[in-house]
């Protein structure tokens, strides 16, 4: 702002992820507090282990960010928009949408209008009155319909949980590397999800940097990213699990008017309600039901962003985006008949009847048509998974076969050591397993396979661009050889033209020269019928004192030689 001596400047808006959170929380730190429970701790040691995990997990996403920063270009040509897009989208879409979507039908007494208040206000870019965000106002409204509901006895009241008192104190954030320590050896485990949500951070926090150049605000964009990065691991340092990330929206916040002010109050606010604990007393009051409307919102806005061309875009890439979207889908269909699976061993076991085994259940599942085993190889490492499809699709489609074969040999290593694809059935959950395929029995081959089939799409990718290359040499080779042929033919022509102007030329000299030959002949045969008395194969000339002399020979064309010697000389 002071750098360009203007006012209008909306200041970058950054904060925790939403598809981060869920992220981390899902495929990390759930995990992590259920293996802990399965290995015998207890509810709070579980969730401390689980926490630490986060913690460690928050600081390599923000470590790895601030590292990327030094080959941002090469990460810029090599990573496409649509795959980091499309797999950000893959999330949002499954994790968030829909999980809220059905939270919402779950309660419409109070759920459902604010949602679509939501919907409609932000969707049509309606101003309220006062400028009051849009969010805020969708959450007054649901917790209003959620006392009202309680008061009436809906079927799906608001039930606030009262029980236990909350301690309100000034708790404020100081830096403990040993917690990240400790999550050393648990978080670990997860980089499968770190590696593809730091590069999913990292491009979209790019991405939003650029729709900010968009409207005329030209942040610096490798000194955002880094000050993001640097803001994340000061976080994880201070017991933060979950990353920062330059938000979307730059555009839209700045049509509202937005500046600076809004992001300064909102960080203190923020702030405020984190050392003090108060936020606990507020999800007592205010149901979470009644403000996922606003997640909702957010979910649909990243999705949408996924699928929007770019400028300079000469290709439609919608088919790289939706190839990007289903490891995502499958990660989610799975983790939903794990829930079933776990929601029916618990009424088998309250029932004192024997659970059946998840291996069983797969077995029966797949004999009667439902590939649960691919759904779980598609599981295992999505966000990897969608990142290499959607590259590569987005390199198909431009017809780039080297950089597409650059991915699927990607795709090949992740393979081969287990970073995709592989899995185990153990404990009644799909883990994700590790390390060189092949040892394991035969679901562990299943990541073998997949390592030779990328191989060998890397290869045919390589003949492909091989074969491209010498198609374009060859056309191009081609096209000079047309042009060649073409002058060619124009500069035979021009000597056609040339050379029958020279030879009408020609034609007329010896037509004129043909006429004084004649004369020449007849004055010829005059002479010779005079000089009778000479002989016939002679000619004679008269000399200076008047006697006649024997001259040359005149030839059968009647001329002497000295006159034919002229003639060709001329001609």
């Not at 006012?7 to 925790?16: M, P, W």
């Not at 797969?362 to 966000?383: D, I, K, N, P, R």
């Amino acid at each position: 702002m002071l750098r360009e001596n203007r006012f209008d400047v909306t200041a970058q808006i950054s904060g925790v992820s939403i598809v981060m959170f869920y992220a981390f929380a899902l495929q990390v730190m759930q995990p992590a507090y259920d293996e802990a429970i399965d290995s015998g701790k207890d509810e709070k040691e579980a969730g401390l282990i689980a926490w630490k995990a986060g913690i460690f997990a928050n600081f390599m996403c923000g470590l790895c960010q601030a590292l990327s920063i030094l080959a941002i270009s090469t990460l810029r040509s090599l990573i496409p928009r649509e795959a980091m897009l499309a797999a950000v989208a893959g999330v949002s879409m499954t994790f968030i949408t829909m999980d809220f979507m059905f939270q919402i039908f779950n309660a419409p007494s109070y759920a459902l209008f604010p949602a679509l208040f939501m919907v409609i206000c932000a969707g049509s870019n309606v101003n309220l009155p006062w400028n009051l965000p849009v969010g805020f106002v969708s959450l007054i409204i649901g917790t209003a319909l959620a006392w009202f509901s309680r008061a009436v006895h809906t079927y799906d009241e608001f039930e606030s949980d009262n029980g236990g008192n909350t301690d309100i104190s000034l708790n404020f954030p100081y830096p403990r590397i040993e917690h990240w320590i400790d999550g050393f050896s648990v978080g670990i485990k997860y980089m499968t999800v770190i590696i593809p949500m730091y590069m999913v951070n990292f491009v979209s926090s790019l991405s939003n940097c650029e729709a900010a150049h968009t409207v005329g605000d030209n942040f610096n964009i490798p000194k955002s990213l880094f000050m993001d990065a640097c803001l994340t691991m000061f976080c994880a340092l201070c017991g933060s699990p979950f990353p920062t990330q330059i938000f979307i929206g730059q555009p839209a916040f700045k049509a509202m008017g937005v500046r600076c002010g809004y992001t300064f109050m909102t960080a203190i606010v923020l702030f405020v309600l984190g050392v003090t604990g108060i936020m606990r007393e507020i999800i007592q009051v205010v149901p979470v039901a009644a403000g996922v409307g606003f997640l909702m919102w957010i979910g649909l806005l990243v999705t949408r962003g996924a699928f929007e061309k770019q400028d300079n875009s000469q290709t439609d890439r919608t088919s790289a985006v939706i190839v990007g979207l289903i490891p995502a889908l499958a990660s989610w269909t799975l983790a939903h008949v794990e829930s079933m699976y776990e929601t029916l061993s618990s009424i088998h076991m309250n029932r004192n009847e024997s659970v059946v085994d998840l291996t069983e259940v797969f077995a029966s599942m797949s004999q009667s048509g439902t590939y649960v085993y691919g759904m779980a190889a598609l599981s295992q490492g999505y966000l990897l998974i969608s990142i290499c499809l959607a590259s590569t699709m987005v390199f198909v489609i431009d017809r780039d076969f080297l950089k597409a074969s650059i991915w699927m040999f990607i795709a090949s290593f992740f393979s081969l050591f287990g970073l995709i694809h592989s899995y185990e059935l153990a404990n009644n959950y799909v883990q994700t397993l590790f390390g060189v395929p092949g040892t394991n029995g035969t679901v562990d081959k299943f990541s073998s396979i997949y390592m030779v089939v990328y191989f060998c799409a890397g290869l045919l990718c390589i003949v492909l661009h091989i074969r491209e290359r010498d198609r374009t040499s060859l056309s191009h080779w081609r096209e000079k050889f047309d042009d060649r042929v073409s002058w060619m033919n124009k500069y035979t022509v021009v000597r056609w033209i040339l050379f029958t102007c020279c030879c009408f030329s020609s034609k007329n000299e010896d037509e004129e020269e043909d006429l004084e030959e004649n004369s020449s002949s007849s004055s010829s045969s005059n002479n010779s019928n005079r000089l009778s008395g000479i002989s016939n194969s002679s000619s004679v000339r008269l000399s200076d004192d008047g006697s006649c002399e024997e001259e040359e020979e005149v030839g059968d064309d009647g001329l002497f030689p000295h006159e034919r010697r002229a003639r060709v000389m001329k001609t």
